[in-house]
């Protein structure tokens, strides 16, 4: 039989989310019988090959985030999102209702414990985006899993149902927010 | 009310005429999602939550503020309304910053249910992401306005429950937000700090400071219980985890006496008082420091029956705040007039008894504070007037009923008051005395109406006339600082009133003139309420528990015992506080001649810095006990949480005392 390919990645988030997958505790036994994880943050593959199933984390907030999700959605046949900042923009979209430069001051120059510094403007930090979005202003998203983080058994709820072949919407009483 | 037909979801149900499809929908057990709705307020349909689909309407309509008719065809669930629904969760998720993971309502929000409920798992619109302001000024309340969701809920419950109205929209479509007065931070604004707003929003916009992440509903206990700061007697349900107060509630904000104040629903949990909390002695360098209770005990029972056999009796004087419980009290009593058998005992406020007993006496009626009507008139009135008080102040629930009252357009309240307090400007009319006058314009006042013809043609309003004799209309109230039009408008008001009642206070009390209670006992007299026997009168008492002392006849003594210790020879004197903060300016002259101070309180106030003895008081909260509302009823309080160990009830250091000195 062959194996279902999954591939996941973080972006703007605090890998809450995939710490709550390994919190499926043993089920992974059973999950790694039938699934083959590619790229994810755990094993640290860094090339996408064609998966079944792309797992996003975390919200869009700069140009670097937003070209992995467009590449990962480009490879993956279902793309599934993990947590409030991939579903709905979390806690890092707190920075949207400012100014960007204004975030950037605040962030790196007037930080209570920053003496000397200013804002990264090298060319290999990617520059970050007006607003951070959740990942289905970005791309097509196909099944949601929120929470801050969400539930181990909410995202092994997911991950059967897509398994079984079933798009999966959580049902009411595993909704959770926080 | 007729009975009307309609078919909800292909079921027949009955309902009644006037009702609107959602009150059909819910006395017929129909869930149908709400958000601004809420029991007891005006509908508005702002949410569009409980929209429904009507045969012959259109489009979706909300079930809120639609008439419900015979033979109304009604759907309340199927696959479009439900797609609705989620959109508009979805529109209103957008629309500001709701970010569940860092609110402090998050597992008790209403939105987030319903989001659950709809299984909304993402938002599809585009995040407006406002730059919104909070407002952390109020003492209690903050209101965080990236939450609100506009559903005016706090709005009407300001307007329509509380009767304030501090809260209305501000701004125009897109910037339209909730806002104090004219868009004053809530904290410098009119806002009364009742919190009912915080207690009916939906979502995390309004939130108290200190209930705010100390536990979600679900994992409190919860106690229904009374509170017994200001003597309104109001329900209250206190959410309590790990022996913590978490927050206060009403049980019922759509009830008629559901309201709180300030007092009942923050005081309790925003108390910084240093507690007493153990029993300290002065000791030999005369410092308080702390000992043993039961060590303490035993020197004030010792020391007491010493300076009795050396002084006698009426050496001792007994004082108590009206603060404490009936239990406390009467066990004071039983230690100071009984075990003792001094004749010196008396409440703090006890002036204020004797001021109101001279004035009911003056009018040569019988039965004490039983003559005053209950609070519950307030609500049947349709004229009130308040003398020399600010109720929104001093018993702020009671000014609720009388603000809300003056809001709707059939009651008038007639305000008759010297000074600058800001409860008039509530008034349909302000009659302004000059200082000291009131009694006079009071007289005037009554001798208006009598001139004008009053409805209550008995022999007791005879009686009246014949005691106003002598007031001259025109060329007394010139002398009040009464206009006579203001005059002939209240006259007006009053005779045309089914039931009016009046409602004096600590202001009228400060002045202890018996003569103008007796006064307003006249105006009673030829006003109130055909139907009723009793005068509509009911006097604000100062403390919590006054009418329970009075009642136990602690303040019955001639004159103040506190102001007359010296000329009374005092040597001793027990100060029972209770939960009672008072400054040490509030007792004058404490430490002159007198040989032995016990203070029990439960605070460490400048007060007890002048006792010999210290003895701890547990707080309401900590013990259920029985309190009389200032209108006469007797309730008992439940214990919220326990008092610290080493705490004993009032009544119980008292008793011991007691028995001490009898062995």
Known sequence: MTKVKVASVWLEGCSGCHMSFLDIDEAIIELADVVEFTRTPITDIKEFPQVDIGIVEGSVGNTEEEEVLKELRAHSKILMAWGDCACFGGVCAMRSSFNKEEVLKRGYVETESTCKSKIPCSPGVPALLDQVKPVNHVVKVDCYVPGCPPEAGAILYALKELLAGRIPVLPSDMMRFD | ?663
């Open chain 2, 1 to 663: 009310m007729k009975e009307i037909m309609l078919t909800i979801n292909g079921k027949q149900v009955k309902g009644k005429e006037g009702d609107t499809v959602l009150e059909v929908c819910e006395a017929n057990n129909i869930y149908v999602p709400t958000l601004c709705h809420l029991k007891g307020l005006t509908d508005v349909g702002a949410c569009r939550m409980c929209v429904v689909e009507i045969e012959r309407e259109r489009r979706p309509v909300p079930a809120c503020t639609y008439p419900a008719r015979d033979g109304l065809v009604v759907q309340t669930h199927n696959e479009k309304l439900d797609k609705y629904r989620r959109l508009i969760l979805e529109l209103m998720f957008t629309e500001r910053n709701h970010l569940c993971a860092q609110c402090v309502a998050s597992g008790d929000c209403e939105l987030q249910s319903l989001a659950y409920k709809y299984q909304m798992d993402n938002a599809r619109y585009p995040y407006s992401w406002p730059a919104l302001p909070l407002d952390s000024a109020n003492d209690y309340l903050v209101i965080d306005h990236n939450r609100c969701i506009l559903c005016g809920r706090c709005i009407r419950t300001c307007d329509e429950i509380v009767g304030v109205h501090t809260l209305d929209f501000g701004h125009r479509g897109w910037k339209d937000m909730v806002v104090a007065d004219l868009n004053q931070p809530l904290g410098a604004s009119s806002c009364i700090s009742c919190g009912a707003c915080f207690q009916v929003c939906p979502t995390g916009a309004i939130f108290s400071k200190n209930s705010a992440y100390k536990g979600k509903p679900e994992e409190c206990r919860k106690v229904n219980s009374i509170c017994p700061i200001c003597g309104v007697g109001c329900e209250i349900e206190a959410l309590v985890k790990d022996n913590r107060l978490v927050r206060i509630d009403s049980p019922d904000l759509s009830d008629k006496r559901g309201i709180l104040c300030h007092k009942g629903r923050f005081a309790p949990l925003y108390n910084k008082n240093e507690r007493v909390k153990t029993a300290l002695v002065r000791n030999g360098r005369g410092k308080l420091e702390p000992r043993p209770l039961p060590e303490a005990i035993d020197i004030v029972a010792k020391k007491l029956a010493e300076l009795k056999a050396k002084y006698g009796n009426n050496s001792i004087a007994g004082i108590a705040s009206s603060q404490a419980s009936n239990d406390s009290l009467k066990a004071f009593k039983e230690l100071i007039a009984g075990t003792i058998g001094s004749n010196l005992i008396d409440t703090l406020d006890g002036d204020a008894y004797r001021t109101i007993i001279k004035g009911i006496n003056g009018t040569g009626a019988k039965g004490g504070l039983e003559i005053e009507t209950s609070l519950e008139e307030i609500l049947n009135a349709d004229c009130i007037i308040v003398v020399g008080a600010n109720p929104l102040e001093s018993h702020p629930v009671a000014g609720s009923y009388i603000a809300r009252a003056a809001r709707r357009s059939k009651v008038t309240l007639i305000a008759i008051d010297p000074s600058q307090n800001t409860f008039p400007y509530h008034a349909t009319l302000w009659l302004k005395p000059q200082e000291g006058n009131e009694q006079l314009a009071v007289d005037v006042l009554s001798k208006t109406i009598i001139q004008k013809g009053t409805k209550k043609d008995s022999a007791r309003t005879k009686e009246v006339a014949t005691s106003l004799k002598d007031i001259n209309v025109k060329q007394n109230s010139k002398q009040a600082g009464i206009g006579s039009d203001d005059l002939l408008e209240a006259a007006e008001m009053l005779s045309k009133a089914k039931h009016s009642i009046i409602v004096y206070g600590e202001d009228i009390l400060r002045h202890n003139n018996p003569a103008l209670i007796t006064s307003l006992l006249k105006l009673a007299t030829i006003t109130g309420s055909q139907d009723k026997e009793k005068p509509q009168i009911i006097s604000l008492k100062p403390k919590g528990n006054s009418r329970g002392a009075w009642n136990l006849g602690i303040a019955n003594s001639s004159q103040s015992i506190i102001k007359n210790l010296t000329s009374n020879n005092v040597k001793a004197l027990y100060l029972l506080l209770s939960d009672d903060y008072v400054d040490a300016s509030e007792l004058p002259n404490l430490s002159k001649g007198l040989e032995f101070i016990v203070i029990q309180s439960s605070y460490l106030a400048s007060a007890t810095s002048k006792a010999d003895i210290v003895l701890p008081s547990p707080i309401w909260a900590e013990v259920g006990e029985k309190y009389t509302t200032l209108d006469g009823l007797t309730e008992s309080t439940s214990r919220l949480i326990k008092p610290s160990d080493g705490i004993k009830a009032d009544a119980e250091i008292l008793r011991e005392i007691s028995q001490q000195m009898k062995k």
